[in-house]
């Protein structure tokens, strides 16, 4: 069954869908030249948001944990995505090595880790699983609702990382470095690592996508004719920050006020009545945490002590120093009559299937990304990536030709970001 969608219909957006159908063949074209001078990421997952007046990404995740979200019927174009991704960077690897977060409390996640671990056998490469975890000191075997994984301990030898009877070609990581890299994969390695270290979110900044996604999306939007500001969200960068001391709030307050102002501006130019609203997030990190909604400038400076010291840590207890501030895309996307968003999936620079992020206590603006949540694989009869040109532009596989394109912005996107950070590093 394919979720029954809500969204308003009627604007900006369904003038973007017509758009992209209109411009499809240079949409492609557009796509195949601008990923032929750069090296997409190994996989990644896009957060996407639908405000019925603006379709943006509004996160970009370089080690996705919802392989166990994704539809069956999208196994096939996922394998063959991973062949090619495999052929692109390693096309010698017999041997994978998955080195996944260490969750091993919970089952939702090993269960991600099951199915990406079956994807790469399917896709022609022996893997195995191998823990950082200093208590996995020999095999252990793990439950998920897809099926049992097995845990080993990963060993050094050299140059190279290792299990005690297998020696891998490449090293696969789900686990995205919050806290830095172990000792055990300090560079130099000889074998290829996937995403390169430099991904991990030690490393890499919101901030520093953002400001390579409105690039990207600026360059597409040239090309086809469109206004970027129906692709890109406004945001700022606010560094010094201590949520704990109360240091910097006034500085996040000031380029709230900013924000707001030049948001107010361009909803104005085009007769926008939903009220604008920020999204104040730490730079670095994922799972939802450190992450706060301000709908006024001046909530910010009377946070409670209890909302200060949420926003002061995310992932691995990292103290938050600097956040991004990024317009709020409200979702009129609705799943059974709760708030979701889309998630897309994409391995190499292929769109592989996704989900809707489904939160029944949450509304339209509204950080979606927090327990309580479900997920409802998208199904449907055809790629993300192939329009009907027969049917409606709101007609579901158009809608979700959209998203496909817009993911694959943000993908671009990461590629260029992790090119600098290489070339800094």
Not at 386 to 394: E, I, W
Request: charged share 20%; with cysteine.
């Amino acid at each position: 069954m394919i979720p029954h969608l809500t969204t308003a219909l009627t604007g900006p957006l369904l003038a973007i869908e017509r758009h992209f159908l209109a411009h499809q063949p240079a949409i492609e074209q557009w796509f195949r030249s601008a990923f032929s001078g750069v090296l997409p990421p190994f996989y990644a997952s896009a957060d996407l948001r639908n405000a019925g007046f603006k379709l943006a990404p509004v996160d970009l995740n370089l080690f996705p944990g919802g392989f166990n979200n994704l539809a069956e019927p999208f196994t096939p174009l996922a394998v063959q995505a991973l062949q090619i991704a495999i052929e692109r960077v390693c096309p010698n690897a017999r041997r994978f090595l998955l080195i996944p977060e260490n969750h091993t409390r919970n089952p939702y996640y090993l269960a991600n880790v099951w199915h990406l671990q079956r994807l790469l056998r399917l896709a022609g490469v022996e893997v195995r699983v191998g823990s950082l975890l200093p208590e996995i000191t020999q095999k252990t075997e793990c439950a998920t609702p897809a099926g049992p994984i097995l845990l080993e301990p990963l060993l050094r030898r050299g140059d190279r990382i290792v299990l005690p009877d297998y020696e891998p070609c490449a090293i696969l990581l789900n686990n995205d470095l919050a806290a830095g890299i172990p000792p055990l994969l300090t560079p130099p390695l000889a074998q290829r690592v996937l995403p390169p270290l430099v991904a991990g979110w030690h490393r890499r900044r919101k901030s520093h996508h953002a400001r390579c996604y409105a690039e990207v999306a600026h360059s597409f939007a040239e090309a086809i004719s469109i206004d970027p500001w129906y692709l890109i969200p406004a945001h700022r960068k606010v560094t010094d920050i201590d949520f704990a001391a109360k240091q910097g709030l006034e500085a996040i307050a000031d380029a709230a006020a900013e924000l707001f102002a030049e948001i107010r501006r361009e909803y104005a130019q085009r007769a926008i009545d939903h009220p604008p609203y920020l999204v104040v997030k730490a730079d670095a990190g994922t799972y939802g945490m450190a992450v706060m909604v301000l709908k006024d400038p001046g909530e910010i400076l009377s946070l409670s002590r209890r909302d200060r010291n949420k926003m002061a840590r995310g992932k691995e207890g990292i103290s938050v120093t600097q956040v991004l501030l990024q317009e709020g895309v409200p979702t009129f996307e609705r799943v059974a009559g709760a708030a979701a968003e889309p998630v897309v999936y994409m391995i190499d620079h292929y769109v592989v299937g996704g989900f809707y992020r489904v939160h029944t206590q949450r509304g339209p603006d509204d950080n979606l990304n927090a327990p309580g949540m479900h997920f409802t694989p998208l199904q449907f009869a055809r790629p993300l990536t192939t329009p009907d040109f027969t049917a409606a532009p709101d007609a579901e596989p158009n809608r979700f030709y959209a998203y496909g394109v817009v993911a694959r912005l943000a993908l671009l996107a990461a590629s260029r970001e992790l090119s600098e950070l290489t070339v800094s590093s």
